[in-house]
């Protein structure tokens, strides 16, 4: 695998389920992000990694819960969400937080649909 | 985050055309980036702007970051069908700090 990776591709839960994405990176980086894309809006930045330690919770809603066990892994851990969550989940990683944060590589992205 | 203001919204050309495209922001950025998403993709890093007034080329695509650091171009040339797809703006005030986004601009080209 290259690149980084994110699994499932597409998720359809109910709103009383319990979910995780997860996100891998084979860049040897060690900041990685969480970001929401809703149609017609602007990417949204929800978490922020840097060396395995959260730097970041954009006002991000506790039923989203991120985890970072090591630099090359990510995960977020759903639960109770609404339909308003559905939204294309993207991972992202970048060499560290300071070090050219501004070149990020992007996952494929999860779909996840609300019902 | 500040606002970033992309336009146009959609574009639908022929190939062979060229194509320009633009952002716009409240405040100014010390980073102009463009990215391109293909469908079912993420996006991919495009072109990274660093200073006011550069300009920068990447192939058929040439990049500006404008001289009030407020806003940045892309231009495209000679556009050819697997230039589709969403083209997104975004500006970083310094390393470290969130990158805003623009709302993307879609672009569609016919044979």
């Known amino acids: 695998e290259t690149g980084v990776t994110q699994t499932p591709r597409h998720l359809v839960m109910g709103m009383t389920n319990k979910k995780s994405l997860k996100c891998e990176q084979h860049?040897?980086?060690?900041?990685m992000y969480w970001y929401k894309q809703s149609a017609k809006k602007p990417l949204e930045l929800m978490f922020v990694y840097n060396f395995k330690e959260q730097t970041e919770n954009n006002s991000v809603p506790s039923r989203f819960s991120p985890e970072c066990p090591n630099s090359s892994h990510l995960f977020l851990h759903l639960h109770t969400l609404q339909p308003e969550d559905s939204a294309l989940y993207l991972c992202?990683?970048?060499?560290?937080?300071?070090?050219?944060?501004?070149?990020?590589?992007f996952g494929p992205g999860t779909r996840l649909t609300v019902t | 985050g500040q606002q970033l203001n992309q336009s146009p919204q959609s574009m639908f050309i022929q190939e062979g055309e060229d194509v320009s495209m633009n952002c716009t922001s409240s405040s100014i950025f010390n980073t102009w980036l463009w990215y391109k998403q293909d469908p079912g993709e993420g996006p991919v890093l495009l072109i990274a702007?660093?200073?006011?007034?550069e300009l920068t080329s990447n192939g058929r695509l040439t990049a500006q970051f404008g001289i009030t650091r407020k806003d940045s171009f892309l231009n495209i040339s000679a556009s050819i069908p697997s230039d589709v797809g969403i083209y997104f703006c975004a500006g970083q005030l310094y390393s470290g700090y969130a990158l805003n986004f623009g709302k993307g601009t879609s672009l569609l080209v016919t044979p």
């Open positions: 992202a990683s970048s060499q560290d937080l300071f070090r050219d944060s501004y070149e990020q590589y």
């Open positions: 860049l040897g980086h060690n900041a």
């Open positions: 702007l660093y200073k006011a007034g």
